[in-house]
């Protein structure tokens, strides 16, 4: 077999990047977490990228990308971003700091405070396609047209060497790290931390997370493919939903990267939930699934050996955070909804909450239903939005309600 080309980053050149951008990207947070680390049996660490300006680890790619095109004479038209959130907001702050003129292209439906996020910071905000790819198609037409600089959200050497600082600073605020667990969409995030990493520390395992929904990356360390991507795919995680990997951090991923595992939605949700509560810092979904994959025991951990987790960003869509929060508690055991068959008849409903209460349980809320057809005459059916301890308090309540001849059911189940 021929062997690997050299890669275009050495050690040397990250560190000179990080140069580059110092006093204008922070240098986040490494926090030891005893709740996590006591709950799940491991040494563990945030690295917080969430409380980078701009909420995420993409200001560092951006702004280290506008420096050196700069550097060379090529910012004087501007710069083109494709985006639907962090990357557009990267760029749009990068812009401003340069006194360079910033366009970003954002797909039709991209979230409203993430558009008004990058006009607040001075960029021009084209709304166009429905799709990324699409948005993408059109700010390559518009950097064409303009002969601004198009900037690539992951696949550039450049974008990478930016992103790098996260490792250098793992490292250098841990030396003892010995595992690190990154976000993985199109891949420059988990590249860059593994040049600055393996190159310092080879010994240091490094895995990619992905969302199960969207996981072009699935097969990529046992053949070389990447998977395609179903049109429709959705998943909370929309800042690592990328169907189409960057053909650079390809080449650092085969030779750096030691497993990448995928999680479910329900788990990032619980992931989101269990940040919130544990460190009292707000995760999207695309910034939990490191924790996400700690909860689900697909990343070995080691009381002895610290694991450093990056929250890579925390700009949840305000709109979408309570509807997350309680898909999290439900998937966790924490939120029931219970239906619940009775006569209808005075006093019955007041048994039912007696029982309830007696369970130690909040209820929510209360909705009657009469009249429909899977109902009988007679009886009528009430839903109960309850707030639990766990999966095993829901079974008892439900238990005993058919120990007194009560008939319940999960929603959502048959």
């Given at each position: 077999?021929?062997?690997?080309?050299?890669?275009?980053?050495?050690?040397?050149?990250?560190?000179?990047?990080?140069?580059?951008?110092?006093?204008?990207?922070?240098?986040?947070?490494?926090?030891?977490?005893?709740?996590?680390?006591?709950?799940?049996?491991?040494?563990?660490?945030?690295?917080?990228?969430?409380?980078?300006?701009?909420?995420?680890?993409?200001?560092?790619?951006?702004?280290?990308?506008?420096?050196?095109?700069?550097?060379?004479?090529?910012?004087?038209?501007?710069?083109?971003?494709?985006?639907?959130?962090?990357?557009?907001?990267?760029?749009?702050?990068?812009?401003?700091?340069?006194?360079?003129?910033?366009?970003?292209?954002?797909?039709?439906?991209?979230?409203?405070?993430?558009?008004?996020?990058?006009?607040?910071?001075?960029?021009?905000?084209?709304?166009?396609?429905?799709?990324?790819?699409?948005?993408?198609?059109?700010?390559?037409?518009?950097?064409?047209?303009?002969?601004?600089?198009?900037?690539?959200?992951?696949?550039?050497?450049?974008?990478?060497?930016?992103?790098?600082?996260?490792?250098?600073?793992?490292?250098?605020?841990?030396?003892?790290?010995?595992?690190?667990?990154?976000?993985?969409?199109?891949?420059?995030?988990?590249?860059?931390?593994?040049?600055?990493?393996?190159?310092?520390?080879?010994?240091?395992?490094?895995?990619?997370?992905?969302?199960?929904?969207?996981?072009?990356?699935?097969?990529?360390?046992?053949?070389?493919?990447?998977?395609?991507?179903?049109?429709?795919?959705?998943?909370?995680?929309?800042?690592?939903?990328?169907?189409?990997?960057?053909?650079?951090?390809?080449?650092?991923?085969?030779?750096?990267?030691?497993?990448?595992?995928?999680?479910?939605?329900?788990?990032?949700?619980?992931?989101?939930?269990?940040?919130?509560?544990?460190?009292?810092?707000?995760?999207?979904?695309?910034?939990?699934?490191?924790?996400?994959?700690?909860?689900?025991?697909?990343?070995?951990?080691?009381?002895?050996?610290?694991?450093v987790v990056v929250v890579s960003g925390g700009n949840a869509d305000m709109t979408l955070i309570g509807r997350t929060i309680d898909y999290g508690l439900a998937s966790s055991g924490r939120l029931m909804s219970l239906a619940v068959r009775i006569p209808d008849t005075p006093g019955r409903l007041a048994s039912i909450l007696g029982l309830v209460a007696e369970h130690g349980m909040n209820i929510r809320h209360v909705e009657h239903r009469r009249g429909e057809l899977h109902v009988p005459v007679g009886m009528?059916?009430?839903?109960?939005?309850?707030?639990?301890?766990?999966?095993?308090?829901?079974?008892?309540?439900?238990?005993?309600?058919?120990?007194?001849?009560?008939?319940?059911?999960?929603?959502?189940?048959?």
């Amino acid at each position: 077999m021929d062997a690997m080309p050299a890669l275009p980053l050495d050690l040397a050149a990250l560190r000179a990047a990080r140069e580059r951008v110092a006093g204008l990207v922070l240098t986040t947070p490494l926090w030891a977490n005893d709740p996590l680390s006591q709950e799940l049996g491991g040494s563990i660490y945030l690295k917080l990228e969430n409380l980078q300006r701009t909420g995420s680890f993409k200001l560092r790619g951006a702004t280290h990308k506008i420096a050196c095109l700069l550097s060379r004479g090529e910012g004087k038209h501007g710069v083109v971003a494709a985006s639907a959130g962090n990357h557009a907001h990267g760029v749009a702050r990068a812009a401003r700091e340069a006194g360079i003129p910033a366009t970003v292209v954002m797909p039709v439906n991209a979230p409203l405070t993430k558009i008004e996020a990058c006009r607040h910071l001075g960029a021009t905000v084209v709304l166009q396609g429905g799709t990324l790819e699409e948005a993408r198609q059109a700010a390559e037409g518009i950097a064409a047209e303009s002969a601004a600089n198009f900037i690539h959200p992951y696949d550039d050497w450049e974008i990478i060497a930016g992103q790098a600082g996260v490792g250098l600073e793992i490292i250098e605020a841990l030396p003892a790290t010995a595992q690190i667990v990154v976000p993985l969409g199109g891949g420059g995030l988990l590249a860059g931390i593994a040049l600055a990493v393996k190159s310092q520390r080879p010994d240091v395992r490094l895995v990619g997370v992905q969302a199960d929904a969207v996981a072009p990356w699935r097969h990529f360390l046992a053949d070389g493919s990447v998977g395609p991507v179903p049109a429709d795919a959705h998943t909370i995680a929309d800042g690592i939903k990328v169907k189409a990997p960057g053909h650079c951090p390809r080449q650092v991923i085969a030779r750096h990267v030691d497993a990448i595992v995928t999680v479910d939605d329900d788990t990032i949700a619980e992931a989101m939930v269990r940040l919130l509560e544990r460190t009292r810092t707000l995760a999207e979904g695309a910034g939990a699934v490191g924790l996400a994959a700690l909860m689900r025991g697909l990343v070995p951990l080691d009381a002895d050996r610290p694991t450093v987790v990056v929250v890579s960003g925390g700009n949840a869509d305000m709109t979408l955070i309570g509807r997350t929060i309680d898909y999290g508690l439900a998937s966790s055991g924490r939120l029931m909804s219970l239906a619940v068959r009775i006569p209808d008849t005075p006093g019955r409903l007041a048994s039912i909450l007696g029982l309830v209460a007696e369970h130690g349980m909040n209820i929510r809320h209360v909705e009657h239903r009469r009249g429909e057809l899977h109902v009988p005459v007679g009886m009528t059916e009430i839903i109960l939005q309850m707030e639990t301890r766990d999966a095993a308090h829901q079974e008892e309540l439900i238990e005993h309600f058919g120990r007194q001849g009560v008939e319940a059911r999960r929603m959502g189940s048959n």
